[in-house]
């Protein structure tokens, strides 16, 4: 049986079957995944039919088939080489067919038997994209919605849209629903910008029913808002005569001797650094096992057991309905592997590439592949270092190169870019870009767009929101037991002219330990260019004396805007702080709950427990097994330049090694050997340059006017 491609756009879907295991390929032994390789094409639907004979006669559909990671310590005496592989084991999160009935499933692969079926009560998982083909579906023919339509002059319903969003919170119904509600626009012709067109009202359905059960029209001044119909359009098909192709050239990217970085399976080398590339349906990319040779201790030190994007929110900032129930997280309530987009050389990613692909699960309990959802390619990074000494015109350059791990998902109108970057310094930086299209709505004629939103075209309004991301870093920095100091730039206390400060100009880093979980939830300081080490207090740097440790740089970190006791800021705690750091727990990953929709951010939720239930258990998070939770973002306040389609705008976070090594850890990186830039004549009018030996010594012609000035 071939593989289906038509059952959800945008991948391909793998049967119990599919896998021919008469076919050539088939007889060729297969590699054994490592312990953290995301669950094949071949395990989803073998997982699937053991929950069902499990389930049975209750029939059951699965929002969820994913990887169950092994514990860390099991895990960790398996890399040793002190323990057994463990064992291939499954996680589901199942539904009970036509009900809102919720159970956690844990399904051993290697013994073929489900381990454990947990019943969990008051919560609602991810909407898949499933899920979300409803709303738009159920819609279109809903009595109530078609009338709503008519009262605006629509006829057509094949030229309205909703775009399918978790609900929030709505007080008219609670866990006996599974909701989403949908956000309505219409199209003039088929691929028309729909956000240019926003309609009045908002649409609740019911997910496991496929029914709506409320059409919200809103009125203003008891009338309604007309459409706004001028075209805003960005494709090729509709502004192709505007562009102006012969004002650049092409740039190519060419590796002539291939790339630099070499994959075994999953398992990723590059420039001394090692780890391993996961993906799974909620999280993405996930970077596991990185370790880097240090050339002067001679050895492989850790650096981080877990890397990735576990949470994001997007609050909107009008007060007004349906507004307030505008809280996105991308992560939590949609899932970023689900989201993911196939990769296109040229496109998304440019030069020598490495793609991966990313498998999930349907909720027939296929397997589902989105072809290149992993792009893994080199960069030119600029400088790595560079001096001129002025005295005898010596040059040292070298060069910087970047590896960088990314995927790129679209959440309705919002596309994200995530860029996992590594650097020869042995740098880590996470950046994300933004782009897609703004979340509009239409402006009656006696409104206007301030002050929570903009005017991005006429009548079209876009409302002032946050992007807030939540990294989570599980370290081992050169070990497991680590510890988090806070440093801040602050002036001596000694005043002027004083003995100890007699000119006035001392300032040292000031030191904070936090020792528990509750000191752990700190946030940024603009004024003293707050930083956070993580540190390995039994390793001591033998140059500097102090423990080696990574630092972490993080100034784009709004902070939630939402008032305290809101919605918002109970459903999304994480994103109070910018550092939280909790004691190390199996399988506790995700800072606003497993369970974000319609979650209601409450405490001590027996199934459904946040960033504020860890920190408040209050643990020691001194020279022991910690994690951290890095929130970063922007604040967006549109602007017309962001309409009808966003230019990327990017924001990062960065660790950064801090006395981990004894000096430079890239000076094993030659300088770069001669000048042979290209210059060419339709940019100067003069004659292209000499190439000189500039990069790794005297130049010949610093030579030479040296030579010179001491005849």
């Keep these: 049986m071939a593989p289906d491609t038509t059952s959800i756009p945008g991948y391909t879907i793998y049967r119990e079957g599919d896998y021919d295991t008469s076919s050539?390929?088939?007889?060729?032994?297969?590699?054994?995944?490592?312990?953290?390789?995301?669950?094949?094409?071949?395990?989803?639907?073998?997982?699937?039919?053991?929950?069902?004979?499990?389930?049975?006669?209750?029939?059951?559909?699965?929002?969820?088939?994913?990887?169950?990671?092994?514990?860390?310590?099991?895990?960790?005496?398996?890399?040793?080489?002190?323990?057994?592989?463990?064992?291939?084991?499954?996680?589901?999160?199942?539904?009970?067919?036509?009900?809102?009935?919720?159970?956690?499933?844990?399904?051993?692969?290697?013994?073929?038997?489900?381990?454990?079926?947990?019943?969990?009560?008051?919560?609602?998982?991810?909407?898949?994209?499933?899920?979300?083909?409803?709303?738009?579906?159920?819609?279109?023919?809903?009595?109530?919605?078609?009338e709503a339509c008519r009262g605006l002059g629509i006829t057509d319903m094949s030229k309205v849209f909703l775009d399918a969003w978790a609900i929030g919170v709505d007080e008219r119904w609670g866990f006996e629903r599974r909701l989403q509600q949908g956000l309505a626009y219409y199209r003039n012709s088929a691929f028309d910008n729909q956000y240019a067109h926003p309609l009045d009202f908002v649409v609740v359905v019911d997910t496991e029913k496929e029914e709506v059960l409320s059409v919200d029209i809103r009125y203003v001044n008891g009338e309604r808002t007309k459409i706004p119909l001028y075209e805003h359009n960005y494709l090729p098909e509709f502004i192709a005569d505007g562009y102006l192709p012969d004002r650049l050239k092409p740039i190519n990217i060419t590796q002539p001797q291939g790339v630099s970085f070499r994959m075994r399976g999953n398992e990723l080398s590059w420039a001394g650094f090692k780890m391993h590339i996961g993906f799974n349906y909620r999280e993405g990319i996930v970077i596991s096992d990185v370790r880097i040779d240090d050339p002067y201790e001679h050895r492989e030190r850790m650096l981080f057991n877990r890397i990735s994007v576990v949470e994001m929110v997007v609050p909107y900032g009008c007060p007004d309905a349906p507004h307030h129930k505008k809280h996105a997280f991308d992560v939590g309530e949609y899932g970023a592997g689900l989201m993911s987009n196939s990769l296109k050389l040229g496109c998304d990613c440019k030069g020598a590439i490495h793609y991966l692909d990313g498998v999930v699960s349907t909720s027939k309990g296929e397997a589902a592949v989105v072809k290149n959802a992993i792009c893994i390619h080199e960069e030119d990074n600029g400088l790595l270092y560079k001096h001129t000494d002025f005295r005898d015109g010596t040059v040292v350059s070298a060069r910087d190169r970047k590896l960088i791990i990314s995927q790129i998902i679209t959440a309705a109108n919002y596309e994200y870019g995530f860029y996992h970057t590594f650097t020869l310094d042995g740098t880590y930086k996470l950046e994300v870009k933004l782009t897609g299209q703004l979340n509009t709505y239409c402006l009656h004629e006696s409104e206007q767009a301030a002050p929570y939103g903009t005017e991005v075209a006429p009548r079209v309004n876009a409302q002032n929101h946050q992007h807030i991301f939540s990294l989570r870093v599980d370290p081992e920095i050169d070990g497991r037991n680590n510890s988090v100091v806070q440093s801040d730039a602050v002036a001596a206390d000694d005043p002027v002219g004083s003995p100890g400060n007699f000119y006035g100009n001392a300032f040292y880093c000031k030191k904070t330990p936090l020792r528990t979980a509750q000191e752990g939830a700190v946030d940024y300081c603009h004024e003293t260019s707050r930083t956070w080490d993580i540190i390995n207090p039994n390793r001591i740097n033998s140059v500097a004396k102090k423990p080696v440790a990574y630092k972490i740089i993080n100034n784009q970190c709004p902070g939630l805007l939402a008032k305290p006791g809101s919605v918002v800021w109970k459903r999304a705690p994480f994103a109070r702080k910018t550092l939280w750091v909790v004691p190390y727990r199996d399988y506790e990953l995700y800072p606003a709950g497993d369970y974000v929709c319609q979650s209601t951010g409450e405490g001590n939720h027996p199934y459904n427990s946040t960033i504020a239930d860890w920190a408040a258990r209050n643990e020691s998070i001194e020279n022991t097994d910690i994690v951290c939770y890095l929130q970063f973002g922007l604040t967006h306040f549109p602007r017309t330049e962001d309409f009808p389609i966003m230019p990327a705008e990017p924001v990062s976070i960065t660790l950064r090694a801090s006395n981990f090594f004894q000096r430079n850890p890239a000076l094993w990186v030659p300088p770069a050997a001669l000048c042979v830039d290209t210059v060419s004549r339709d940019a100067f009018d003069t004659e292209a340059l000499t190439s000189s030996r500039c990069c790794g010594g005297a130049g010949e012609k610093e030579k030479e006017r040296e030579h010179q000035s001491r005849l």
């Design 24 to 146: 050539a390929a088939a007889k060729i032994p297969r590699r054994t995944p490592h312990p953290l390789d995301q669950l094949s094409i071949e395990e989803i639907p073998a997982a699937a039919k053991l929950i069902r004979e499990f389930a049975h006669p209750k029939p059951v559909k699965f929002n969820c088939i994913t990887l169950r990671e092994p514990r860390k310590n099991e895990y960790a005496a398996f890399r040793s080489g002190k323990g057994p592989r463990p064992d291939r084991r499954a996680f589901a999160i199942v539904l009970e067919v036509g009900t809102c009935n919720v159970a956690e499933v844990v399904v051993n692969l290697t013994k073929s038997k489900v381990e454990d079926w947990k019943e969990v009560k008051d919560v609602m998982p991810t909407l898949t994209l499933e899920d979300l083909d409803v709303t738009e579906r159920v819609a279109r023919k809903d009595p109530r919605v078609i």
